[in-house]
């Protein structure tokens, strides 16, 4: 699917201002049919070729089929192909591009529904990850704009402890020899790969580690080898050292209550009024499921289901075809729901 550019010219956002900015999306399907929007996650990119895909929820026959409904797909900022510190250019290029919050990136995504999409409602948002964050800041932001909402292994606020695990691999790229505060000349190899195997462990549970999933069925010889060529290749091929960071930064100050509730996350959550189904994994290290317990106390029309998976975080993002039947399961049943 061809990716299209919308130009938002002089864009404000969290840091500060940028001048010309993009917002990269795909569509998929005929616009007269119900909308969903369907944004990326950390990794993630439309052209699939980074470390996630857009299409293993996509496509005829799955849950988000473009026989029934039309889809945009949105790339955040700084994933590379929407505005980002790897394509903007001086003076807000490499270490120089503003912080970008979450409100940013549905202002911008709003606008290339209403004003290029003709869109008037989204029947439903749909996200994994760093997508499902972006799937409960929808409904707040635009309770009338929104009438569905699905949250795959994510949170409507980052928590102290998901903060905590990215500073570990923000730490080991910004301490690297090679980085230079930002202001590298060719990639920053040292600093990549740590950053990739710092980050490994926190997407699978330890019994997927202790089964030795990570062999693929012998695909790797080994640990380390998955490590290097999962892992270190999965962000080398691709992904811009500054990039992950300003995206990391974006998923690190996520939190619905601070749009206008002043950090009362109930008030946020209670004022939602669109319909929700939420799905963390039962092993998710990021985005475990006791936080979605305790977000189900003051969301009024959602439901939880928990992803059944020794997959971790990953169980959401297609990965595993036992883990992505039950993704795709569940998500037509509430999609087909009056």
């Not at 009024?300 to 059944?308: D, G, N, T, W």
Request: aromatic letters at 14%; hydrophobic letters at 35%; a negative charge.
């Amino acid at each position: 699917m061809a990716i299209q550019f919308y130009h938002h010219g002089r864009f404000r956002v969290a840091g500060g201002v940028i001048p010309d900015a993009v917002t990269a999306y795909c569509t998929y399907g005929d616009p007269k049919n119900p909308c969903i929007v369907f944004p990326t996650c950390y990794g993630g990119k439309l052209d699939n070729n980074g470390l996630l895909g857009q299409e293993y929820l996509v496509g005829e026959g799955k849950a988000l089929d473009p026989r029934q409904y039309y889809i945009v797909t949105f790339a955040l900022f700084s994933n590379g192909e929407s505005s980002s510190p790897s394509n903007t250019p001086a003076p807000y290029n490499g270490p120089c591009f503003p912080a970008v919050s979450y409100e940013d990136n549905i202002r911008a995504q709003c606008t290339v529904l209403a004003q290029k999409l003709g869109i008037q409602r989204i029947f439903c948002v749909v996200g994994f990850s760093m997508g499902a964050q972006q799937a409960y800041y929808w409904p707040v932001m635009y309770p009338d704009f929104v009438e569905r909402f699905i949250v795959i292994c994510g949170s409507a606020r980052t928590s102290p402890h998901n903060k905590a695990f990215l500073e570990g691999p923000k730490a080991a790229l910004t301490a690297s020899k090679d980085f230079d505060d930002g202001h590298y000349k060719v990639t920053p190899q040292h600093g990549i790969r740590a950053f990739g195997r710092a980050y490994s462990a926190w997407a699978y549970s330890q019994e997927w580690f202790r089964k030795k999933l990570y062999l693929y069925d012998g695909t790797y010889s080994d640990l380390n080898a998955f490590l290097r060529e999962d892992w270190e290749a999965g962000f080398l091929n691709g992904w811009d050292a500054n990039d992950l960071l300003t995206l990391l930064n974006t998923w690190q100050v996520g939190d619905v209550s601070t749009i206008r509730d002043n950090g009362d996350l109930g008030k946020s959550l209670s004022a939602i009024k669109s319909k929700g189904l939420i799905m963390p994994c039962k092993t998710d290290l990021y985005f475990p499921p006791e936080d979605s317990e305790n977000e189900m106390r003051y969301l009024k029309s959602a439901r939880l289901v928990v992803i059944p998976s020794i997959w971790g975080h990953m169980a959401g993002g297609g990965v595993d075809a036992k883990d992505n039947e039950f993704l795709h399961a569940e998500i037509k049943k509430f999609l087909e729901e009056p």
